[in-house]
């Protein structure tokens, strides 16, 4: 009998035990931040997960260009666009914020997929606004439904105008940009790693657009020799990360959403990116060790 007992102490799955022990290292960390924090973790290869508010419906910034690539290589697979489409620059189309078109000659020429690389890579605004009018927010909204995520909605084109239906609904209008929840973010990272979307190939080229992007300011900043598929977003009181850690002894996906700060700060230090960067090497380690 004591055998038994001690065989089934032991075969106990590790996952179940892990939540208890992370709690007792992100609550304290999450509480000593001035702000609202949203989030959910998960490893790819065990399917171990954490997750803090991960339901909570949370404002997108840039993070939401991730639905908006998707809707592109979709639509090009498909045969309705190509890559060597043209977009246009011109002054009026010119939007603040990141990126570098605006820095660059009205009447400029590019190709559909130049716009989705600096949109991705850069996080470029005025490069996002020339892919969405391109695809218009309403398609890349029923792409999401079609794909199963219900809770991703883009509401316009970055700044203004392109406004979706969904960008009508007043419960979606005060989110800005897009709404999303921290647990959709992850399972749209997850189904791109394994392939699910559009098809193995395109997910490959999706993720790897992602490696590429300039800019690690928030999870897995402390983690350079750490490869990386990420995208983050940025808005007055609000940062927000969404990415996947190629750690060594596993791959964790990870969506944070952190708000509601105090102040409005332009800053690579802004505590939310530093919260974030310390949050991500605790989910990793966490999520990962045997």
Same mark, same amino acid.
């Given at each position: &009998? *004591? +055998?038994i007992l001690l065989l089934l102490l032991f075969s106990c799955p590790v996952a179940a035990q892990r939540p208890a022990k992370l709690d007792d290292q992100i609550k304290p960390i999450v509480a000593s931040f001035k702000g609202k924090v949203s989030l959910f973790a998960k490893n790819l290869d065990t399917g171990e997960t954490y997750a803090l508010n991960p339901d909570e419906r949370v404002r997108t910034a840039s993070t939401i260009k991730i639905a908006v690539m998707i809707e592109? $290589?979709?639509? =090009?697979?498909? #045969? *309705?666009?190509?890559?060597?489409?043209? =977009? =246009? @620059?011109? *002054? /009026?189309?010119?939007v603040s914020g990141s990126g570098i078109l605006t820095e660059l000659s009205d009447g400029l020429k590019l190709t559909l997929r130049d716009a989705v690389n @600096? &949109? %991705?890579? +850069?996080?470029?605004n005025t490069a996002t606004n020339l892919v969405l009018d391109v695809l218009t927010t309403d398609a890349v909204n029923a792409r999401m439904e !079609?794909?199963? $995520?219900?809770q991703i909605k883009i509401n316009r084109k970055v700044g203004s105008g392109g406004e979706s239906t969904a960008g009508k609904d007043p419960e979606n209008k005060k989110f800005g940009l897009g709404v999303t929840t921290p647990r959709e973010m992850v399972l749209i %990272? /997850? *189904? +791109?790693?394994? #392939?699910?979307?559009?098809?193995p190939t395109v997910s490959k080229e999706m993720i790897d657009l992602m490696k590429r992007e300039q800019g690690r300011n928030a999870i897995g900043r402390s983690l350079w020799n =750490?490869? &990386?598929?990420?995208?983050y977003g940025a808005l007055d009181r609000l940062r927000?990360?969404? #990415?996947? @850690?190629? &750690?060594?002894? #596993?791959?964790v996906a990870m969506a944070i959403s952190c708000d509601d700060m105090p102040e409005t700060m332009w800053s690579v230090d802004n505590p939310a990116y530093l919260l974030m960067s310390k @949050? !991500?090497?605790v989910l990793a380690e966490g999520l990962t060790k045997k």
């Open positions: &009998m *004591k +055998l592109a $290589f979709a639509r =090009v697979n498909e #045969g *309705k666009a190509k890559w060597t489409d043209e =977009v =246009v @620059l011109t *002054k /009026e189309k010119k @600096l &949109m %991705m890579i +850069l996080s470029d !079609s794909l199963g $995520f219900k %990272m /997850e *189904k +791109l790693e394994r #392939g699910e979307i559009i098809n =750490v490869e &990386m598929a990420s995208k927000s990360a969404v #990415g996947i @850690l190629y &750690m060594k002894n #596993g791959r @949050l !991500s090497e």
